[in-house]
Structure formats: C-alpha cells, structure tokens
C-alpha cells in the first residue's frame, strides 16, 4: 500500500514538474481544443458513414463554391428557373385563386360552381397509374354506394365513441376483416392481431415506425433509434425518420430488385429498432423476401413492418386464385406490424387505411394519453383526434358490398390485365421490363432511347404514369380503370416509342430534360432544394 502512495506521489511531482513549463491558459484550452477536434473528427467520420465518401466531398465542395461571390445567387436563379418549369404555368392560375370569403354567401349556387371546376380537371378515367382504383365513373355502379354511405355519415367522428357507436363498430369491423386476410387466423399469429384506421398509407406508416421505435425503448431501452429499409421503400419512411428522429439506413436492393437480406444484415447494430419489407415495393411491384426478414430481425429481436399499402387487397386474392404468391403476412415469424390501404384496392374512398400490429403489447405505444391537461382527460389511438367518420362507413360499405367474390373477381381481372401489359412491353424491342412484377405493377424503361422523352409523348396523349428512377423507368400501377383499355395503353406506348426513335429529343413543355438532368446531377442536395422549392410554390 505504501509503496502505491510513493508511486502516485512520485507520479504527481512528475506531472506538475512537466506541466509547470505551460502557461495555466494553455492548460485550459488544451484539452478542451482537443475535445473540439475530437467532437469533428467523429461527426465527419458518421457524415462519411451516412453519406458515402463521394456524397460528402461534393456536399463539400458545393457549400464551397457557393462562398464565392455572385455563384450562390447564379445557381439559386437557375434552380428557379427549373421549379418555374416543373410548374408549367402553375403559378399564372394560382394568381386567380380566391384568398378572402365573398361578401354575400353563394348558398347552392356552390354547387354548379364546383362542378364547373371540376370539368377542368385533366381526363382520369383509365389514364392514370393508380390513382382511381374503382372502375366506371364516379357516378354509378359502386362509387355511387361508397358516395351515398359517406353522405349519410358525414356528420359523425369516431372520437365521440359514445355518441357515434355505428361508425366505431364500422371501424373495428374493417380492421378485424383486414386482419383476417392478412394471417390473423393463422396459428402462427399469436391470435393477437389488432389495429386501427387511418388516414392513408402514410399515416398507417408513420404509426407503425412511432410505435416500433417506442416499443424497442421499452424493451430493450434503445435511446438512439435506427431503422434500415431497402431503396425501393415507400418514401413515407424517410417521412418517418425526420418526424420521430430516427436514422435511417437505406440498403441497395439485388440483382432482382428485391430488399437484399444479406445486405440489411449489415447494417443492424445495437440501436436498431426496425426493418422494413414491401410485399409489393410500389416502384416495381416485386415481393421482398418476407420470411427472410423475419427469419433475420427475429434472431436479433426488433420489429419487422411489412408494407402491404398497394397489396394487402390483392395478394390474398391472388393467392386464393392460384397465383404464385410468396408468404408476406402475420403467419410469417418475425412480422410485428402491417400496413395496407383499403382506398386502394380496397376500394373504399381515399383516405382510409388500416394499420396493423401482432399483438396489443405493440400497439399500445402508438396512443397517446395525456393525464394533466385542464381540458380533462384525453386518450387518442391515431395521429388525427377527430376523424371523419364517413370515410370510415364508405370503408365498411365498401368490404361488405363486394364480399370475397366481388374482391376475387376484381382480383382475376387486374391480374389478368396487368400480365397482358407486362407481355405487349416486353414485345417491344426497345423497351425492358423491370425484374418480375408480382402483382399489378409493371415498371420498363429502355436501353436505346431516353424513357422520360418516352413519357413526354405518353403525356400527350392522355396517360398519366409514375417516372421511376434507378434505373429511369416508368411504371403503370394497373387498376380496374385499365382492364377494358389495356390494348389502346399497349398500342399508344409502341407509338410513343416509334415517335423517340425517329425524333430524338426533348418536347416543348416535355419534363424529360428535368427528369434526367435531376437523376444524374451528384448533389442530391441540390435535387432536394427544387423539390422543396417545386412544393413550397405549388401548394
């Protein structure tokens, strides 16, 4: 012990001899520049991390250029000069637009003023990807039931439970059937599958990740969230991760445009809380390999979404009608949240949508209760306190009045008109499907003519497709609205493609210059700047 003390003192003489040649100022600012130095090593070691070598040095060298004078205002007018194009004309209309209440109320008169605006809109019937999933017009067959349920509802909100008891029985009804066709039943479910409504696919997501990431708090007490999606996730999860300050982790899809497990194996460490699979991914319409995730967060114990927004009304059909369709619901170990949207092909009216959970343990992080408020006591189940209640009967209408058979028939028909498209783009020589759509959504692009001057010409004759990037491609989400005009969409592609290949080049009022100077410009940031300035001009 003595011997100890004499080391330690022996130690401290040393150190205060050394250290007496400093100056005491010196002494302080030492330590805490190298605390400085040390706190922006790490953060550029995690922005490299995050970022990629290359993204990081042009973020760099563009924040760099900037400095210089007159380039920051040069690049800023160019951006507006795009934004003012993707508007084409937006802007001029916008200017006409009301902006106070008329002195004197125009009373039913509304009514034909409305319908007068209305005939402006651009021709939806059977031209655009998704979009408009139930067939005919919106003033017969089933939307005029949908319509007629929402009217006669259109007065309640399921936060009164106790006032509109018809509407809280419509929602438990839709979700407790939703859950049926999505492995509810199943053994392997637990038999504790439950959830809610809500507003759409995006809301259904955001409460899934809300509630995925508090229930790993809890469990595991992970404070630092991180959640890893494949690229083709729906952008509703980087959405996600900037509201609830999560990181996110997005891993290259392979070869077949399916999430890579082996991949997102990689990138799991002792804060994450989520992966995400898509059954189908909207860009391409292809399965991730569910029962590969779950085989994978189940060995590490965090929470598993699959994202059935597009197919949670297709895939069990699909299956019943003897599609090869591979497992993607809760009879999969590992999956501990859905989300599906009823307003899709569902088809219920837009802005409905069902979020689901494995067991009531999970779900119950996505409530909010609030005990000290003066207003008294208050518990919400969703991100909206009111809700309207007519979307919710126009749901509940919409299940029961086509039954199994309506879905099965419905189901037969995209199917079978999905492959009929997938088969006349594949018999175009210029043209290339993306990987194997496993439902009803076809992406193509092309090695020999540029896809986006394609879509110019798609444009002008009435069709309304999604352009897709990595690789640029175009995708058509097949609805009933195309089932009895797939051969005139087959035959105006292969015109639009002949027009490409004997006049190459942009369009006047085309978006193709856009499209592909924004896919291959390295700062993204940049792209991000116009999109967020397209937006923040447009609505």
């Known amino acids: 012990m003595e011997s100890a003390k ?41 922005l490299l991390q995050e970022k990629g070598l290359k993204s990081t040095l042009i973020a760099f060298f563009m ?105 809280v029985r419509f929602e438990s009804e839709v979700v407790a ?45 992970i404070t630092r969230p991180e959640m890893i999606i494949p690229e083709s996730a729906h952008s509703a999860y980087d959405k996600a991760a900037q509201y609830f300050n999560i990181k996110l982790w997005r891993v290259p899809v392979n070869k077949e445009f399916k999430a890579d497990v082996k991949a997102i194996k990689r990138y799991i460490n002792k804060n994450t809380v989520l992966v995400v699979g ?54 999969v170990k590992g999956v501990t949240s859905i989300s599906a949207d009823v307003h899709k092909y569902g088809l219920a009216p837009k802005g409905t949508s069902i979020v689901l959970y494995r067991n009531h343990e999970i779900r119950k992080n996505q409530f909010v209760a609030v005990t000290e408020w003066s207003g008294g006591l208050y518990v919400s189940p969703t991100i909206a306190g009111s809700r309207p209640g007519g979307l919710i009967a126009g749901a509940w209408a919409a299940v029961m009045s086509l039954g199994l058979e309506g879905y099965l028939e419905h189901t037969k028909q995209i199917m079978d008109a999905s492959k009929r498209i997938e088969q006349g783009v594949k018999e175009i020589p210029e043209l290339f499907v993306v990987g194997r ?68 080049g942009p369009i006047k009022g085309g978006l193709a210059p856009i499209y592909g100077a924004a896919g291959r410009m390295p700062d993204r940031g940049m792209v991000e700047e116009l999109l967020v300035n397209y937006m923040d001009g447009t609505c």
Request: aromatic residues 8%.
């Open 6 to 46: 004499s080391s330690l003192n022996s130690l401290r003489v040393v150190a205060n001899t050394y250290l007496s040649n400093y100056e005491p100022l010196t002494l302080v600012i030492a330590p805490l520049l190298a605390l400085f130095i040390a706190r922006g090593v790490q953060s550029s070691f995690q």
């Open 63 to 167: 924040t760099s250029i900037k400095l210089i004078p007159g380039v920051k205002s040069y690049i800023d007018a160019e951006k507006q000069k795009v934004v003012d194009q993707m508007q084409s004309g937006g802007k001029s209309e916008k200017q006409n637009w009301r902006n106070e209440l008329p002195k004197a109320g125009l009373g039913v008169g509304v009514l034909e003023l409305m319908a007068e605006e209305k005939r402006k809109d651009a021709a939806w019937q059977g031209k655009c990807s998704g979009t408009v999933y139930i067939g005919g017009t919106e003033s017969e067959g089933h939307f005029s039931l949908i319509n007629e349920a929402c009217s006669m509802f259109a007065h309640t909100n399921p936060l009164h439970m106790d006032v509109f008891k018809s509407v």
């Open 177 to 221: 059937i939703t859950a049926a066709l999505l492995g509810s039943k199943e053994k392997s479910s637990g038999g504790q599958v439950c959830g809610n409504m809500t507003s759409g696919g995006t809301e259904s997501i955001l409460l899934a990740v809300k509630s995925s990431r508090d229930y790993m708090k809890y469990k595991k007490g």
């Open 278 to 331: 898509s059954a189908p991914g909207f860009p391409h319409g292809i399965i991730d390999p569910i029962e590969e995730l779950g085989e994978l967060t189940s060995r590490y114990g965090i929470c598993l979404h699959v994202d059935l927004c597009l197919g949670g009304f297709v895939l069990p059909f699909a299956r019943k009608l003897g599609y090869p369709i591979p497992a993607f619901d809760f009879s």
């Open 437 to 504: 759509p496993d439902m009803t959504i076809i992406a193509f692009g092309s090695n020999v003519l540029d896809i986006f001057e394609v879509n110019d010409i798609l444009s002008s004759k009435g069709w309304h497709l999604c352009a897709l990037q990595r690789p640029n491609s175009l995708h058509i989400c097949v609805t009933l609205q195309h089932v009895p005009i797939v051969d005139e969409f087959i035959r105006d592609l292969q015109e639009s493609v002949e027009t490409v290949k004997k006049n190459p």
